[in-house]
């Protein structure tokens, strides 16, 4: 077993709010509980948002009692919250029962409020332009620490939520169980309730995993950071890259478009002076022209410890006017919480500054 997959953020105890109710109808039974209490706790957990046993009001008290000493359910602390006085973006630090922090962010859109969620306690993926893995990995995130991020965000904004994204901090195919578990129930009517169209996961590209997920048939989005159009670029801003070429990746993402029907998204950090030229567009057409997919272009958020700078809104709209005459959607993704700590994993490394 890999270190990251000893930890866990309550030895011993069961992590119930991360088991489909077939397994929760198992554990009961095992315990000589009748079925149908499976089914009261996992609406409990995630149709209405229990934190604690205690709430289950119709589970009887020796059983709530049972519960409490042999399982456990996230409750984050929320021990930073920041909303952007410009767009009414609000970012969230975490605390994890181990005292990990993790960070989400909620946006509010015209249509419907959107929640970014992270899959791990830090990364191990190293991608140059990005502050969430700087140190390194810690854990991974259950099942259900990535779920309460969203239910907390809910019940604290007291907002509905209707489209997640898999994009903070963290590799979520390098967590493939947990996030997967994670999206069945998020989006189980009986459970998180947000349809897997409006789910979507970002990878930076582990290809044996892109195969994998396009098997469970979900019917989810994957965006692929590709963030450069040839190799030996790709290589000097994502480790990842080494592993995989740009011609392996995207063939990944064809095998996911042809098993599921699902429009890929590949996203392009903008870099000044690095990624951001005609040429670079132009090589970015060849290797997307005729494909039904999506671009989107995000200018790079400066980081402190990195010395990337975005460009300019000129020479992104000329990156995404290039793309469209040659019949590529794209998008500028609307740089949002510009005011607040608003690049992938700083607000958590504030809180590992302090530490
Ligand atoms: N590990 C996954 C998901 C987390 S990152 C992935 O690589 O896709 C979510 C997105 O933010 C990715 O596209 C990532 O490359 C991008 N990103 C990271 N740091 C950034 C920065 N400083 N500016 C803009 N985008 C960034």
Redesign the pocket.
């Known amino acids: 077993m890999m270190e990251k997959d000893r930890i866990t953020p309550a030895e011993g105890k069961t992590d119930i709010a991360s088991l489909y109710e077939p397994e929760i109808r198992d554990l009961l039974s095992e315990a000589g509980e009748p079925a149908y209490r499976a089914g009261q706790i996992y609406k409990w957990i995630h149709e209405k948002r229990a934190v604690s046993f205690d709430e289950m009001t119709n589970i009887p008290a020796s059983l709530r009692g049972k519960l409490k000493a042999t399982a456990w359910l996230p409750d984050p602390a929320a021990a930073a919250r920041q909303i952007s006085k410009t767009d009414g973006t609000q970012k969230f630090a975490f605390r994890m029962r181990d005292g990990q922090i993790i960070e989400s962010v909620f946006m509010p859109y015209k249509h419907g409020n959107s929640v970014?969620v992270?899959?791990q306690a830090g990364?191990r993926?190293g991608?140059h332009?990005?502050?969430?893995t700087i140190g390194g990995l810690i854990r991974n995130l259950t099942a259900s620490e990535i779920l309460a991020q969203v239910y907390s965000i809910e019940r604290i904004t007291e907002e509905r939520v209707s489209n997640v994204?898999?994009?903070?901090?963290?590799?979520?195919?390098?967590n493939y169980e947990q996030v997967v578990r994670f999206i069945r129930i998020m989006s189980d009517e009986a459970a998180g309730g947000i349809s897997q169209r409006a789910i979507t996961?970002?990878?930076?590209?582990l290809v044996p995993m892109i195969d994998r997920l396009a098997e469970e048939k979900l019917q989810i989005t994957l965006?692929?950071?590709?963030?450069a159009p040839e190799d030996a670029l790709r290589r000097t801003m994502?480790p990842?890259a080494h592993r995989y070429t740009i011609a392996e990746t995207i063939a990944a993402c064809d095998r996911y478009f042809d098993a599921t029907g699902r429009r890929v998204s590949y996203?392009?950090?903008l870099?000044a002076g690095v990624n951001d030229t005609p040429e670079s567009a132009d090589r970015l057409i060849r290797l997307l022209a005729g494909k039904n997919c999506h671009v989107?272009l995000?200018?790079?958020?400066?980081?402190r410890e990195?010395n990337?700078r975005?460009s300019s809104r000129a020479h992104a709209e000329d990156f995404k006017i290039r793309l469209e005459k040659s019949g590529i959607n794209a998008t500028i993704r609307r740089g949002m919480g510009a005011d607040i700590d608003s690049?992938?994993?700083?607000l958590r490394r504030r809180f590992q500054e302090k530490a």
Do not use: K, W
Not at 166 to 173: A, F, I, Y
């Open positions: 970014c992270s899959s990364c993926m991608c332009f990005c502050a969430s994204v898999v994009m903070g901090t963290g590799e979520p195919l390098d996961v970002s990878t930076c590209g965006a692929l950071s590709l963030h994502m990842v996203e392009y950090a870099i989107n995000i200018p790079v958020n400066p980081v990195r990337y975005r690049a992938c994993g700083q």
